[in-house]
Each structure stands twice: as structure tokens, then as C-alpha cells.
């Protein structure tokens, strides 16, 4: 049985959906439980909560995604540079907004 294209570039993106909310999750769970242990019982401040720190986590991913952009070695068009540069900061407040639903 042959399997077509889009099937496959449909079951790659669900994929890659999971694997990218799963990470999320998981970046959350360890910047709270670092935050714990190295910033609120040391300095005797409030814990975070897992939306708490998939937002600082979803903010610190997008500061490093622009940075990385200018050290990058490979050659993007100008267009997609352009994307990259306004999809960034959409998708980073979208996730933010959805995250905060839950706080």
C-alpha cells in the first residue's frame, strides 16, 4: 500500500505538534522546579507555578530564537528572514496568551 505525500507531510506536522507541546510542558515543569529549588527557597520569594514558567520559558525561547538568527550560517532569503522576524514574536504572545488562560 502506498502511502501519498500529503498523508505524510500531515502525519509529520501532528508529530511535530506533539513533540513541540510536550516540550513545552516538560520546559515548564523544569524551570519551576529549578526555580524552587535555586531561586525561592534560597532568597525566600513565592513559587512559580508550570503556566508561571511556561511563559518565562515561551519569553526566553523567543529572546534566544532572535538571537540565534544573526549567528545563523545558513543563507535565508530575504522573505523568509522577514517571517521569521514578525512570525517569532506572534507565535511566542500566542502561546503566552493561551498559557495565561490557565493562570
Avoid at 1 to 27: D, F, P, R
Avoid at 49 to 69: C, F, H, R, V, Y
Avoid at 70 to 75: A, F, L, P, R, T
Wanted: with cysteine; aromatic share 8%; glycine share 4%.
Amino acid at each position: 500500500m502506498k502511502t501519498n505525500k500529503n498523508t505524510t507531510t500531515i502525519k509529520e506536522s501532528l508529530i511535530g505538534l506533539l513533540v513541540a507541546i510536550i516540550s513545552t510542558i516538560l520546559g515548564g515543569i523544569a524551570i519551576m522546579l529549578m526555580w524552587r529549588w535555586f531561586i525561592a527557597t534560597p532568597f525566600n520569594i513565592m513559587e512559580i507555578t508550570i503556566p508561571q514558567a511556561i511563559g518565562i520559558d515561551t519569553l526566553l525561547s523567543m529572546i534566544n530564537a532572535k538571537l540565534s538568527d544573526y549567528n545563523s550560517k545558513e543563507q535565508l532569503d530575504n522573505i523568509t528572514k522577514c517571517y521569521i522576524m514578525i512570525a517569532t514574536p506572534l507565535f511566542s504572545l500566542l502561546i503566552g496568551y493561551i498559557v495565561h488562560l490557565f493562570m
